[in-house]
């Protein structure tokens, strides 16, 4: 008996596709969001309490188009400033290590599994795909989100219907990525 293509699934070099876990952090839209307020949070309160002040038009200054200006802070204003940093650390520092571990476990077990794109969902900032795939006998359904990129919502294998390779974790299959979406190869998917 001739066992179905779906139940089975192959490992694959990540290298190959360019998928590296710096990549997929770049193109996902809340790993860039909870970095940013993670350095947005860290710099300033520990600006604030190295130097006591803010510096403002320190490349103008730098570059003699101007002068630095200083954002003094008093006593009882420094330990608030640094509880907002912190309140904002506890939202957006787990979010950030959650989406790398996400990642990285998908990235270190190179599971293939065969999939079928559902929908495509463009917002001004994203763009996100819908889709189903086939683990261990057992239908899955996932979606990816990335920003927005023209290039890679134009390819014609990233359409409603088209035949999709899905990277799973294989611990945690509901865990997974299309390798269409996150590959730097924008022709076929060869394996």
């Known amino acids: ?24 952090l770049s193109l996902d839209l809340p790993a860039i969001v909870s970095l940013i307020f993670v350095v947005g949070a860290i710099v300033p309160a520990s600006l604030v309490l190295t130097l006591g002040y803010l510096p403002f038009g320190f490349f103008n200054a730098a570059f003699g188009r101007g002068n630095m200006d200083r954002l003094v802070f008093e006593g009882a204003e420094i330990p608030l400033l640094v509880a907002g940093a912190g309140t904002v650390l506890l939202l957006a520092a787990p979010a950030f290590y959650w989406r790398v571990q996400h990642f990285r476990r998908i990235l270190l077990s190179t599971t293939t599994a065969p999939g079928q794109i ?51 974790d294989g611990l945690q299959p509901e865990a997974s990525i299309v390798l269409e979406l996150y590959s730097r190869n924008e022709s076929g998917m060869a394996l």
């Open 118 to 168: 559902r929908s495509l969902n463009f917002t001004p900032l994203e763009f996100s795909v819908d889709y189903v795939y086939w683990f261990q006998q057992r239908a899955y359904a996932g979606r990816n989100a990335i920003r927005r990129n023209h290039r890679r919502e134009k390819r014609a294998s990233l359409r409603p219907g088209q035949d999709i390779t899905a990277l799973v």
């Open 1 to 24: 008996m001739r066992s179905s293509p779906r139940n089975r699934s192959q490992q694959i070099s990540s290298s190959g596709h360019g998928l590296t876990l710096v990549r997929l």
